[in-house]
């Protein structure tokens, strides 16, 4: 995970929820953060600074116009936000490439696959669908506010705004083009259901089936308690994404499913977790 800063830091942490390091970049106000496999990407007052996921290092440095607020990343490219009203798109080689222009300081960003359609939101509460190209397909008032956040999934854009709507906008290549011609769907108000605070809680159910799932094992590490596979077929040296709050010296639990992350070298639970009695 990358945590960016007001100061223009950003930190990893891994998946034990420890610091890896902290870097310092030539910016401020370091609101983009955005990582895979290779590095992570820091957007900040003075653009956007890629550092190696493994040491922190600088590996290249690019320059926006103006301060980034928000960024996207896709497979080759990442996008951000800008308070000069642009998003920048730069590869991940550090090279920028296309600017997309809008009419206001860009709070969030989006992208289609490959980026084949950009979105923005700005602070005049408005969001846009460029394609690839950088041409502006449409702009729209959200009617709630400004997009403080944005993601994109299964051709659907979701906005977090500035008066604590979530909202949910149809971006498929059906409705783009319904939104070029006029066309734009009726809005629908869901009001959302009052919730009761859920607090934490450490109590697991216990069980003295070892035929249930995958056996797991809270071990001390000098000052801190890791959880091993125990179940054959995995590597008994790989700690396991376990909550901290039920980790006890010792202790043995039985999960639904253990996976391999994605980057490797370490195990992620998945489902219930019953203690090993």
Known sequence: MGVSDVNGSVTTINHEDE????????????????????GVYHGHSS?????????????????TGGAVLFGWQEETTVYAGTTDSRIYAVSKTGKTG???????AVYSCAAAADGKYVFAGD?????YCFNDKGDRLWKLATGCGSAFSMQFLDDRLYIVTTNGTLACIDA???????AQAGTVPQVVNVKAPKL??????????????KTGGIIVQCVQEGVNLRIRVVSAGYNPTW?????KELRTEGSRYVVAEVKESARGGFYRVYGDIKQLV
Do not use: H
């Open 19 to 38: 610091s890896q390091w902290t870097r310092k970049s030539k910016g401020t106000n370091g609101w983009m953060v955005r990582c895979d496999e290779i």
């Open 47 to 63: 653009g956007v600074t890629m550092y190696d996921w493994e040491d922190g290092s600088v590996i290249w440095e690019s320059k």
């Open 98 to 104: 296309q600017v997309y222009q809008c009419d206001g």
């Open 123 to 127: 602070n005049y509460s408005s969001i």
């Open 172 to 178: 498929s290549e059906a409705a783009i083009e319904s």
């Open 196 to 209: 009761d605070a859920i607090l934490p809680s450490t109590a697991l159910e216990t069980t003295s089936d």
């Open 239 to 243: 700690n396991v994404q376990f909550p």
